[in-house]
């Protein structure tokens, strides 16, 4: 009973503190004029066992570092924790960046903390184990001006928040069903979105089994299924079921006992993964089957909005995923816009979601992911996949392009146009990835963008971001955004950096890294 009462007393704290958001809106969304503290607590609160299996994985607390641009704003103060410190290098490079504003008078607004800790606990969790810590960046913030930002909500969030006494901008964690894969399926059910037939949630292979052959026998053509973690993220915890080598059994007794030998069999899109492992994750998070969308030439594009503490539903962009892995599974980047087919429907499917969202009291941002399929005439078959509640990998370089540019994003046209009026294209990768770029340095790198002119250039508006600077030597692991006038040119962009990089990285013994100046010593 006690444990009880602790939760609700918990529970009714975070509700007071997110009542002030509303008041604090104004000031924390405004473009030019902002004032306020944010507290930056980039932590991937997510399931451990599916966590491990992106590589760098702690790195990606460096994702939100995009958030250092909100300090074009003269006013505005940046708390910043991570793990692990972060390097000098990578916060000099995102200072240099801010347009309109001295690196100094930036650098005195924002502040950095670390919990020195790699291990694979949230970083909430690191903070909240060490109060010393806590009380220094509570000393830092002001009470009545300061709101607290992350990747991902969880209940370890909440406690942070309460315990700062910082509002989150982020979801209340009770809502977290929402962006499951089963929750997902039925915000789609609910607003009439087009979704692949299906199964509800299960906790064990046998039930698993069962659901799946049910689906089998409701799609008799089917020719392939996706197994899905409720909780698996960027592809990770799914798994691909091939019917087709399991022929046409009888009878559903048939059907159920084709499956089950079946599992032993699945295409997991998570390295390493085995269907022991798996099976034990099943018990744990849950899984649901779907139908897999076939097609020639589909696509996977998705919508991102973001709900206001007001309740207002707000459209921020549409783009096209690209996926790799075994099976065309795994999330490795995107491009911006989606293309225009299907951008103008998307907004409309995202807008539907959100008011969804919105009226369950969920707030801040959310993605849709679709399969789109190509019609003989043009037209586009679009198939809702599934809802993420979290700052996702098409976050960071939209909101990269949106501080660097001061733009705005049109839905009339479904573009995003600089002040200057030009419209803005871009890919982005969190998987530039190979191992002959371990052992660069960040300096290696800003020595390589500099040499050829890699960088983004602030008088044209294009160029390359680079984030998970942190990851690249121990991984050969990079991040990046390319920014071009037109997609073709965005495209030349990012290959041309793959291509210095790779040339730059090609043989060790025989070309040197370092610039020019210093060959000539």
């Known amino acids: 009973m006690q444990d009880c009462d602790e939760s609700r007393s918990k529970h009714d704290e975070f509700q007071q503190l997110q009542s002030r958001l509303k008041n604090l809106w104004d000031s924390f969304d405004a473009q030019f004029d902002s004032d306020c503290d944010i507290l930056v607590v980039p932590s991937l609160s997510l399931d451990r066992d599916e966590l491990v299996k992106v590589e760098g994985c702690i790195h990606y607390e460096e994702r939100l570092l995009f958030s250092l641009m909100r300090l074009s704003n003269p006013r505005t103060r940046l708390i910043y924790?991570?793990?692990?410190?972060?390097?000098?290098?990578?916060?000099?490079?995102?200072?240099?960046?801010?347009?309109?504003?001295?690196?100094?008078?930036?650098?005195?607004?924002?502040?950095?903390?670390?919990?020195?800790?790699?291990?694979?606990?949230?970083?909430?969790?690191?903070?909240?184990?060490?109060?010393?810590?806590?009380?220094?960046?509570?000393?830092?913030?002001?009470?009545?001006?300061?709101?607290?930002?992350c990747y991902n909500s969880t209940a370890v969030e909440r406690d942070l928040a309460v315990k700062l006494d910082v509002p989150l901008y982020a979801l209340d964690p009770d809502l977290l069903y929402w962006g499951t894969k089963a929750?997902?399926?039925?915000?789609?059910?609910?607003?009439?979105?087009?979704?692949?037939?299906?199964?509800?949630?299960?906790?064990?292979?046998?039930?698993?089994?069962?659901?799946?052959?049910?689906?089998?026998?409701?799609?008799?053509?089917?020719?392939?299924?996706?197994?899905?973690?409720?909780?698996?993220?960027?592809?990770?915890?799914?798994?691909?079921?091939?019917?087709?080598?399991?022929?046409?059994?009888?009878?559903?007794?048939?059907?159920?006992q084709a499956i089950s030998q079946a599992f032993e069999n699945l295409s997991f899109q998570g390295a390493n993964e085995t269907w022991a492992n798996f099976k034990a994750k099943i018990g744990h998070l849950g899984a649901i089957v779907e139908a897999f969308v076939e097609g020639e030439g589909k696509q996977s594009p998705s919508v991102q909005g973001c709900i206001t503490p007001m309740g207002t539903v707000e459209i921020l962009?549409?783009?096209?995923?690209?996926?790799?892995?075994?099976?065309?599974?795994?999330?490795?980047?995107?491009?911006?816009?989606?293309?225009?087919?299907?951008?103008?429907?998307?907004?409309?499917?995202?807008?539907?979601?959100?008011?969804?969202?919105?009226?369950?009291?969920?707030?801040?941002?959310?993605?849709?992911?679709?399969?789109?399929?190509?019609?003989?005439?043009?037209?586009?078959?679009?198939?809702?996949?599934?809802?993420?509640?979290?700052?996702?990998?098409?976050t960071h370089p939209f909101m990269t392009l949106k501080f660097l540019t001061n733009g705005y994003y049109q839905l009339e046209s479904g573009l995003f146009y600089s002040q200057q009026g030009k419209p803005k294209y871009y890919v982005a990768s969190d998987n530039l990835h190979k191992p002959q770029y371990r052992g660069l340095l960040p300096n290696d790198l800003m020595d390589i963008i500099a040499h050829h002119r890699l960088h983004f250039d602030t008088s044209t508006e294009t160029g390359t971001v680079f984030h998970l600077l942190g990851s690249l030597s121990e991984f050969g692991k990079i991040g990046l955004t390319s920014i071009g006038n037109s997609l073709a040119e965005a495209q030349d962009i990012y290959q041309k950096v793959e291509e210095v990089l790779d040339k730059e990285t090609r043989s060790i013994d025989s070309q040197s890294t370092l610039p020019i100046a210093w060959k000539c010593r």
Not at 216 to 234: A, C, D, I, T, Y
Not at 325 to 331: L, V
Request: some cysteine; charged content about 25%; aromatic content about 6%.
């Open 183 to 256: 929750g997902s399926r039925q915000i789609f059910a609910e607003c009439g979105l087009p979704h692949p037939d299906g199964s509800q949630l299960v906790f064990n292979d046998r039930d698993l089994a069962q659901v799946a052959a049910e689906l089998w026998e409701r799609q008799p053509h089917l020719l392939r299924m996706v197994v899905k973690l409720n909780e698996g993220f960027s592809g990770e915890g799914n798994a691909i079921l091939d019917l087709r080598p399991l022929g046409k059994p009888n009878s559903p007794i048939d059907r159920v």
């Open 81 to 149: 924790v991570t793990s692990v410190p972060l390097s000098p290098m990578a916060i000099d490079y995102y200072l240099q960046l801010l347009p309109g504003i001295p690196f100094s008078h930036a650098r005195e607004r924002l502040l950095l903390f670390s919990t020195d800790d790699r291990s694979l606990q949230p970083l909430s969790q690191k903070m909240l184990d060490r109060p010393r810590l806590l009380e220094r960046i509570a000393r830092a913030l002001r009470p009545d001006r300061s709101v607290m930002i």
């Open 317 to 394: 962009s549409t783009h096209d995923q690209i996926l790799g892995g075994p099976d065309g599974q795994i999330f490795l980047g995107c491009q911006f816009p989606a293309a225009e087919g299907y951008r103008r429907q998307l907004q409309d499917l995202g807008l539907a979601v959100g008011k969804n969202l919105a009226a369950k009291g969920a707030i801040e941002r959310f993605g849709v992911d679709f399969m789109a399929v190509p019609n003989s005439d043009g037209s586009w078959e679009l198939e809702a996949i599934e809802i993420n509640l979290r700052k996702g990998g098409t």
